[in-house]
């Protein structure tokens, strides 16, 4: 079909543009319509992790510099704190850094360019909310968590990896950008 399409397009420039002159017009010619099939994309259920897992012992995972970096947002403390665990950082650079707790769940605090209007797109349940100063959007990617702030053309992305996707982690990933933000 799309083969066709192009041959027909070609043969027409072709026709139309072999008598090029002053008052020359193209001949009339109909595009044909054709109907795409309407469907949905499914989405992607909630699930939970389950309970008991294995968990990591402290200093098994290499880690990486908190003090540096985008790290120097929010600290390991802070982040063990508000997620109620101990955390390590295992990534950190001036645009990323990440939280990994016993039990693999990972907090990963980014910056990217863009605006809050393209990033609801990206969400299921998107609820706006306000972190300090900053207008944010928070909801559902790939069934976890996640929270964008924006300043300016740059957005702070707090995200939840391994998280279950719930209130309560919602508004530890507000706590985590409020912090955040305030250094930002």
Known sequence: MRRSLSLVIAGLLIAGCSNVGPGATLPPFNIPSFN?????????????LPSGLPTIPPGVLPSADAGSGLCTLA??????????????????????????????STI???????????????????????????????GSFLGGPIL???????????????????????AKLVQIGQTAAARW
């Open 36 to 48: 795409i099939p309407s469907f949905t994309i499914p989405s992607i259920p909630p699930f939970e």
């Open 75 to 104: 600290s390991p403390a802070e982040v063990g704190a508000i997620m109620g665990g101990a955390v390590t950082v295992t990534e950190s650079t001036t645009a990323s850094c990440s939280y990994i707790t016993a039990s693999f």
């Open 108 to 138: 990963n605090l980014r910056t990217e360019q863009g605006d809050l209007a393209t990033s609801r797109i990206l969400l299921t349940n998107a609820k706006d909310v306000t972190v300090g100063a900053y207008p944010g959007v928070i």
């Open 148 to 170: 964008y702030i924006q300043r300016g053309g740059d957005l702070l992305v707090v995200h939840g990896i391994l998280v279950a996707d719930d209130e309560a982690n919602q």
